[in-house]
């Protein structure tokens, strides 16, 4: 995934289109990270200012939501699905392979995809019946 | 020359096991081999242990052919599938793949047979049926069928949808909303997903006839953000609907306007809950609201809003078309209609198990799912999500109906049923019901906030062997608490499938397993 490095006037012109929506905070928000890759700093000022709310409030929205970080994603986004549907197909099994091969990856809560698992997500690409041999093969495609 | 219509899904689900690959593979053989295929992406049939199911269109009906991977592709080309000719993974015509055929498919109608996105192919399968006979009658008539039809909501809750539409119809305002919890986010469901991106228009016309009834002009669909799919997929069905005026300021060219936008959650399993999804909508932290208000009274930006589950949105459209007769006459009880059940988890045969209310667990697992997919024995399911009740399967005569379940100290939830074999271990699973629950609690209430903290760590403490029978007095005390103290059902309903694995498989929480350990 490619992210354009931030720029404070590439913001802005995000936020002038989220900022008149009803409710902006959460969808400025998203708008940033989807744009830049994270939430930096220097965003939550501008957001307040755009939404016009308090820096608080945007930090009190951007800590609620797990998909919201405040730095850049690695370059191979893993996420590995560790809820019931998966778990009772080894995702615990498939963690524990994963660590052993060194592999950093961020644990999800269902992807829907939960009669095909063990599901796992690499840069929104979604595997079903996910195996340590099939992440790492994805890996290195 | 002859052209052979061939089908390769295109949800997400065939997708994550190679659908994608086959689909490219098919159309790249095609061209070597100067044999002429339209290829149509449709939505899966929900035999998703079939999948990548690839179908062609044949004089008798569609054929199918399963689970196909790239490599099986040129030898399909050699047996001439294109004509529905037999191969190693023929399954025969579709329609009697007995999984499928013995079901009841009335939501589902539609999804795997059409193209998600044509219009055409909508119209042609029964589409805008119920939205043009809702058009033409008064908002108590249709509440009356849909009252009469006995749907109830499918997002967890059964609250009859007739009552809550009702309550906005009668609310005093200008402006009112539409809101569609798309947040599915229990463990073992994915019916809402497969919809959306196999039958989208469904969703709209359901949407839509709830806007014409209580006088809203505004949907909006919240979509959980680990269905980018789904949300682009409904994002094109609602760009298309309105190009062909269905959806704007002349509803089917009549004087009702309806509009519908999307919102995207951002990973947090409490925004299901129908206030805190308000929240969320609004821009802000996803927390449960106190009731009342109502959000049919006090909803969306303050304003009366319906908010209802996908299912049951999209069981709508076929109500109003065919008569809430049809519908009440399926199921048994007060659960009438049919539940789209979900097969997950540790199954042999998992996916979209549409039927009427009342087919036993038992069925379920046994019959349609066939058993684990490890070949080892079943041990326990949990039924109705992560907030939902493991069972036995010395409990598996229960009729799978909203009365009975509660009755067996469960909840049918949104419909998932997720099948473990003998190797779970039971304390394991409970534990991690609190984790989850200390995880994605809003912080509301403590005995939410706090007792999922420490139950979790008390079952540590007993997986661990140490303490447990005093532990487990005290890990009871904190579910009733929690039962009894919490805001919404979230901490409400964790100690749901903690005290079921201790009843059902009272041994592994004894002292002896700790001796054992
Ligand atoms: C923690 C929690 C999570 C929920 N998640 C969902 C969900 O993902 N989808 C859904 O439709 N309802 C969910 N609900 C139920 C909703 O609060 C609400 O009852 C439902 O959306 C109403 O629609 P219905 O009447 O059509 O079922 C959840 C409830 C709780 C307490
Ligand atoms: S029960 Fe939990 S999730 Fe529900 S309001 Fe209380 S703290 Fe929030
Ligand atoms: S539980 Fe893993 S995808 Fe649903």
Known sequence: MSYVPWSKDEASRLLSQTSVQPGPVLISLQAIQTFFGYVPDAAIGLIALACNVTRAEVHGVLTFYSDLRTAPPPTHHVRVCVAEACQSVGSRALEEGLRDAGLGYEQAFCFGNCALGPAVNINSKLMGRASVDSVMKEMNE | ?517
């Not at chain 2, 061939?6 to 086959?22: I, K, L, N």
């Not at chain 2, 459209?317 to 988890?345: C, H, M, W």
């Not at chain 2, 984790?435 to 007792?451: D, H, I, Q, V, Y």
């Open chain 2, 1 to 517: 020359m002859k052209t052979y219509t061939v089908y390769v899904p295109s949800d997400s689900a065939s997708r994550s096991v190679g659908a994608e690959a086959v689909a490219e593979r098919i159309e790249f053989e095609a061209l070597k081999r100067k044999v002429h295929v339209i290829l149509v992406r449709n939505g899966t049939r929900g035999a998703l242990w079939l999948e990548p199911l690839v179908e062609v269109e044949t004089e008798l009906g569609r054929t199918a052919y399963g689970p196909v991977c790239v490599y099986d592709v040129p030898s399909l080309f050699d047996a001439h599938f294109y004509e529905g000719a037999t191969h190693r993974l023929s399954l025969g015509l579709t329609d009697n793949i007995e999984w499928l055929r013995s079901q009841d498919r009335v939501t589902f109608a539609r999804v795997g047979i059409t193209d998600p996105l044509s219009l055409r192919d909508y119209e042609e399968h029964g589409g805008f049926t119920g939205l043009r006979k809702a058009l033409k009658m008064e908002p108590m008539e249709i509440i009356y069928e849909l009252s009469s039809s006995g749907l109830r909501g499918r997002g967890g809750a059964g609250f009859p949808a007739g009552i809550k539409w009702r309550t906005v119809l009668q609310s005093g305002s200008e402006k009112k909303y539409v809101c569609c919890n798309a947040d599915e986010g229990d463990s073992g469901t994915f019916a809402d997903r497969i919809l959306m991106e196999g039958d989208p228009f469904t969703l709209l016309e359901g949407m839509t006839i709830a806007g014409i009834t209580v006088g809203a002009d505004e949907g909006v669909i919240y979509i959980r953000s680990e269905y980018p799919d789904a949300i682009k997929t409904m994002e094109r069905a609602i760009l298309i609907a309105r190009e062909k005026g269905w959806l704007g300021q002349n509803v089917l060219g009549s004087s009702h306007a309806f509009n519908i936008r999307i919102r995207s959650g951002a990973g947090s399993y409490v925004c299901g809950e129908e206030t805190a999804m308000l929240e969320s909508i609004e821009g802000k932290r996803g927390v449960v609201r106190s009731k009342p208000p109502l959000p049919a009274i006090e909803g969306l930006f303050g304003k009366p809003t319906i908010i209802n589950n996908v299912l049951t949105l999209s069981s709508v459209p076929a109500i109003i078309a065919d008569g809430s007769d049809s519908y009440q006459k399926r199921g048994v009880g007060r659960s009438l209609g049919t539940q789209v059940f979900q097969l997950a988890g540790n199954v042999s045969r998992g996916g979209i198990v549409e039927l009427g209310f009342g087919v036993t667990l038992d069925s379920l697992v046994n019959e349609y799912g066939g058993g684990t997919r490890t070949g080892r024995p079943v041990k326990a399911v949990q039924v109705g999500g992560p907030l939902g009740a493991y069972f036995p399967p010395s409990s598996f005569n229960i009729s799978m109906d909203y009365e009975s379940l509660l009755e067996a100290g469960g909840m049918l939830g949104h419909g998932g049923i997720v099948v473990f074999d003998d190797s779970v271990d039971m304390l394991e699973q409970a534990k991690f019901a609190m984790e989850f629950c200390a995880e994605e609690s809003c912080g509301k209430c403590t005995p939410c906030r706090l007792g999922s903290t420490r139950g979790a760590e008390l079952l540590g403490l007993m997986a661990g062997g140490i303490n447990i029978e005093g532990n487990k007095k005290i890990l009871l005390d904190i579910c009733e608490v929690m039962t009894d103290g919490s805001l919404c059902a979230m901490g409400g309903l964790t100690p749901l499938p903690v005290k079921s694995a201790m009843l059902h498989f009272e041994s592994e929480f004894s002292s002896k397993k700790g001796e054992l350990r």
